[in-house]
Every structure is written in C-alpha cells, then in structure tokens.
C-alpha cells in the first residue's frame, strides 16, 4: 500500500499486529526513514506523536519503533470523525505521526492494520546515513552466468556470428519468462517446474541485474566441458540431465577438432565483451580493478571470471584420458612437429594399423618411451603457461578462475557435481557409484565425469603459480568450488600458506555445508551413502560442498565464501516431504499462538500481496519452506567461522549460480527477486533461530547473532552487498 502526500510521501506499509478489538490492543509501530533522493537512510529525524503527546527520533539506522495504546482514543467521547489537525490532543481522533525534517514536515496516519512503514523523504546530507533498506539495497553476487544462457543457446549459428564479428549486441538483455508463473498481480513469483536447462526461464539477464538491483556481478564464463559431449551416448546424457543443448552443438563441443575449450571460452569472452552496456534504463560496465567500487559506488559493475581451468586447454591437450600418457603422445603425434620423429614415425604406423594386436604393442610401447612421455608434458605444460598470460593480458581483466568444474581436466581432482531428480537421479546414482566399482565397462565410459585422482598433478601445480604470480601480470585469484577436498587441502597446506608476507585468500564462491568432519573425506567414500544415512539430517553431504574445518579455515585466512541458491546443493531435496509437513506444522502452531514474528510476515504478505488470510499463510509457509535449507547453510556456516558473531558475516557473501543451467529456490527463481528473498530473510531469520533451537539443533538465540550494536538489517548488508564489495576492494587489483 502506498500513500501520496503533498510533500511526495510514500508510505509503504507492512502489517505487523493483526487487530481484532483495536481499543484492547497495544499495537508496537515500526518502522525506517529514508532520503528520497539516494534511497539512503535517514539518522536523527524528529517523529511526534500529537495523539499522545509524545515524541521519538530516527536512529543511526534511519529506524524508529514505539508502542501505541488504541484505547488512548478509541471511544473517547465528543471526537469527530476523521483527522483533524490542531495543536492539542484531543483535535486527532485518528492518529498520526509527522516527521520533521530540515525546516518542514510531513504527516502519515497510523493504520490499525498497519504496522511497518517504509516513509520516503527529502532529507539533508547531513542526515544520510548511507544505509540502504532491502527494497533498494545494493547486491553483489560472486558467482552469476550473464552469458551462459544465452551464449550456449546460439549454439554454432552464434559460434559462426562471433568468429565473423557479427553479434547481436542485445542478446544477454533477452529474457525468458514461459517457464516462470506470475500470480498475485505478479508480486509473487515461481518456477512452474523443478528444472532449468537452456531453453527454460532466464535468470540472469541484464533486465534481472538490474530489477535485483544486482550492483556487482561476477559473470561466470563457463565453456562446456568437452567429455560431456564426447561421444553420442554421453551427448544424450547431457541434453537430457543437464544442458539440453542442441545436438549439432554439443557435438562441435565434443569434437576438438572444430572448438577446443581455450577456443569456447575466448567466443564466449568476446560475446559478453560485445553486448551493449546502456539499454533500458541500465547502465553497467567491466571492473577494471576494485577501486573502481569506491569511486563510483553507484555504477552497475561486471568481473569476469572464469569456471572450470579446462578453458585454457587448447590444440596440446587431448581433453580426455587425462590419466594415460600414451594417450598424450598419440594425441601430440598427429601435430607435425611436436613430437621427436621416431615417435611420429611409430605412431604413423599405428593409425595404418588400426586395433589390432600389434597397433596395441606399439602403443604400449609408445607410451613407455619416458622421452615421448616427458616431451609431451612439457608441451601440455607449456600450454597452460601460455594461455594464463595469454589471459592476463584480456582487457577487460579477468580476476578469478574456478580451477575445478564438472570432470576432470587433468590438473586437479574434481568433486563431482552432477545429481538430478525422479528417473534422472536414479540412473545418475548408479553411474556415480562406481568410484567404489570395479564394473570395468562403467568405469571406462565415466571415469573422467565420477572418478578423479585424487590431488594436485605437475600441470595443476603450474596452474596455481602461473595464475598467482605477479611476474607475469595482474593475481588472477582461484577459486576452490568443484575442486575435489585433496585439492582443496593442497592449497591451504602448500599454496595458501606459501609465503607468509604474500597473502592468498581462499574463495568458495558458490557453495554449501555439508555437515561433516573432515574424518569423513575419502576418496573412495560413496556419498550417496552418506546421503541415505544419520550423517546429515538437512545438509547435503557431498564433497562438493565444505566440511566444517574447511569453513573455519576459509574465515581465518580472510578469505571468502558465496552461499548458492541450488536447492539440491544447500540440501533442499533431502527429506523434503517430511520437512515441507514438518515446517508447515511449525508455523501453523506460531500463528494460531499470536507469535508476533510469524504474524509479522502474515500480515506484510496480507498487505503486500493477497488480502485473503487462507492465501497469506499459503504464500508465508510457501516462503519459509523455500528459505530454510538457504538459512540451514548460512547459520551453519555462521557457527562454524570460529569468528564473534558479528565478524564472521564478513566472510560470507551471496554466490547465486543463476542461469548456471540449476534449479534454484522458489522464492529466488531469477535475480529480480532478490529484494523479496532479502524481506522475507529479515522476516524469517528470528523464527527459524527459534525452532532450530526448540528442536536441539543449536543452543543459540537470536540475542547470541544479533544486538544493540549488530542487527539483522547489519548482516544482511553484508551478506548481499559489503563482503563481496569489500573482498573485491581489497584484492582484485591490477
């Protein structure tokens, strides 16, 4: 609900109390004072209550709270109807509050149906505190695909377009909305299914940075994995469970001979790079170095970053069998000259013998020539070399890798990533299990998507340095989501801690808790295993995501974790039947017992939304429901910083993976509902630290997270926009 004063006021009310007998009730109003201008918080504004003759002011937040007894003017004798406005009490027979500001006021009526408001005014400078509230509030996010979606959606027709210089400029501004349902007028919005592949609704466009007010993004470029597309079988599974790409693309994915992965990562590069940066009222641009977050704090920016190290593997690379060295000479033995002659000349003879017995000895006895093997190292070794300064020398920059993804690339282990829902998980459950096989003919078809060595190879080992060193220019900064735990545990043992006067920060950006000890990693642990057990009761129990003492040793070392908004990552699919009844339970028992923060959010929805009470509570456990396994992560994460309270959100940011081809939580189907996720946070966060502990899921209250010095709008701040601001200040320079 909006009200218009003559003074452009703008009353935004949220219900908090629902009212029966208004003469009985006390009835606690709050609410925050903003500049009309910035949208920025307004300190120290003077707010008179003529009714009762009091008078309170605006704190450093720009927020005011009192309580209001309706029996101070309900059937009071001799009063007209309506408000009147006067000088003395007993002229106010409807109450009201008038703000004053600067040399003038304003008035809004205090509703007995509302509660919360959100008034706008013409302040002063002086008075600005430069705190934002969630409707306006800025939101960085650490791991975003602008370009996946619709990069991949043009598939060779768009391929063919980049390599001639012709892009359409406005395709990372296209959206699509036929997979998403609107209802209530569009103020409530939902996925329409449980699955989100390429031709599904977008989540991430430029029209979604900017509704979601989304100031920082990091876009992940993301060329698709070759061994997801090798081969007609494996080109099948990856339309079918993940991509939903056209096959005539994945097979040139697929095919190194017609795109290699350094190749799909440069098109992808200079697709994003050629998309117009001002259309629609959005003006963004490419961070140049993290300054530029403090000279102009109110600009739109894009990083670039990459996911998954296999973009700079280019002709050398044989992009599969990572594990066989012959396999590297035979692959460099049909480019003339990289390989001695004696190796060409057996080789020649190898491809004129087909398989046969004799073809199979001289491969074996090819790939144990040490000479052979070594040469061909060192020119896949090199090949990294080359692209990373290759890479440092992109402008616009880019700042951070993901050095894992969803197979493995030959430098590091991976975590594998892959799962799905109904017949799709079963079969990818039975595939996934034969880490703990010796089923030859599975092995052999999936090794390189289930099954990693595990640790850091000689060519992962000169990825972390090429990529952390300054000799060859600007620290392009690694990320450890989808790295398996060995690698994880290589950089914080070896290269973390490398030299103590170099500081590298260690970063997690789109990721979850896993609820483990890492006395439960090993690399033959089957973690559907995990999954079926007591291990866990909420949290996803995978190694893709963190064991506590990596969360711990993360926020000790100033380093950074983005939080995802999968729901299968944050644990969202486990038992969900059983929580969905269970939650929905608790919320009914805190209504119908008047808990004054369940009924908060009741009647913000009641007001905001649907004025029915049996659609209100609907939408609230529909809410709820959506948010918890995003709050089961983020208080785990929390406790487990070893930091005070207050200092660990520091630590913590969003990293959302929209449009990363993933099912999202129904409250943030796309990022232009990220101002509602962050309400409804505020809401929500107070109830679910009270039944967490009802349930002996932690010993803490809210006063432990939360006090006079640090609140929730505090944490919030952090978590959708200071962190990651800060952490980019701070390291991302060139």
Known sequence: MKIFSNHHLIAAAMVLCCLTTYAQVTQVVEGIVLDANSKKALANVNIELPTTGESFVSNGSGEFAFEFQWSQIINQPGLPPGPKLGNSRADYDTPIMIFSYGNGTDTVSISPDVNY????????????????????????????????????????????????????????????????????????????????????????????????????????????????ADGSWLRIFSKLFKTNGSFPWLKTIGDTSELTHWENFNNDYKFITSQQKDHNGLTWQFL???????????????????????????????????????????????????????????????????????????????????????????????????????????????????????????????????????????????TYRIKVSDYREFVNQWKVLFFTKPGVTRFGKTLFEKLLSKDNGHRIFIDLKHTGYSARKYFYDSVMVKNPNDHIPPIFSHGAA????????????????????????????????????????????????????????????????????????????????????????????????TSSDDEAMDILREDYWSLEPFMQNLFHFIDHSTKSYADAWQHFCLGSDLDGLIDPIDITPTASQYPYMRNRLKQFIPTFIELRKKKGHSPNDESDYFDGSFSIHDALDALFYDSLRDFTQKNFKK
């Not at 989100?196 to 940075?209: C, D, E, R």
């Not at 296999?310 to 590297?328: C, G, I, S, T, Y």
Request: hydrophobic letters at 35%; glycine letters at 6%; a neutral charge.
């Open 117 to 228: 408001y959100e008034v706008i005014l013409p302040g002063t400078t002086s008075q600005a505190t430069g705190i934002e509230y969630a409707g306006h509030a800025k939101v960085a996010d650490m791991h975003y695909h602008v370009s996946l979606k619709s990069y991949n959606e043009g598939g060779v027709e768009l391929k063919s377009q980049i390599e001639a210089g012709a892009v359409d400029p406005l395709l990372a501004w296209q959206r699509n909305e036929k997979k998403l349902e609107k209802q209530y007028s569009g103020k409530w919005v939902r996925p329409k299914n449980k699955s989100n592949k390429l031709y599904q609704f977008t989540q991430a466009t430029f029209p979604h940075v900017n509704e979601g007010n989304v100031m920082l993004a990091f876009n992940s470029i993301s060329p698709l994995e070759h061994n997801l």
């Open 288 to 430: 140049e170095s993290g300054n530029d977050l403090a000279t102009y704090p109110d600009k739109h920016f894009v990083v670039n970053v990459i996911e998954g190290a296999h973009a700079l593997q280019h002709r050398n690379f044989p992009h599969k069998n990572f594990d066989k060295p012959e396999v590297w000479v035979e692959h460099l033995a049909r480019r003339d000259g990289q390989i001695p002659r004696l190796v060409t000349e057996e080789t020649t003879r190898l491809a004129a013998l087909g398989k046969t017995p004799k073809a199979n000895r001289i491969r074996r006895r090819i790939g144990e020539t040490p000479a052979a093997i070594a040469y061909a190292s060192d020119l896949m070794n090199q090949e990294i070399i080359d692209n990373v300064d290759s890479l440092k020398e992109l402008n616009p920059p880019v700042y951070m890798i993901t050095v894992g993804h969803l197979s493995f690339n030959g430098m590091l282990d991976h975590a594998p990533a892959l799962d799905a829902n109904g017949i799709g998980k079963v079969f990818i459950k039975r």
């Open 514 to 609: 896993n609820g483990l000890s890492e006395v439960y990693y090993s690399p033959l642990v089957d973690e559907y295993a995990l999954l079926d057990s007591k291990a866990t009761k909420v949290l996803y129990p995978f190694g893709i995501n963190l064991y506590n003492e990596e969360i711990a040793r993360i926020c000790q070392n100033d380093g950074i974790i983005g939080i995802t908004l999968e729901q299968r990552v944050l644990g969202g699919y486990i038992d969900a039947k059983k929580r969905c009844k269970e939650i929905f339970n608790d919320l009914d028992s805190l209504k119908e017992a008047n808990d004054p923060k369940v009924l908060a959010a009741f009647n913000d929805i009641k007001t905001k939304i």
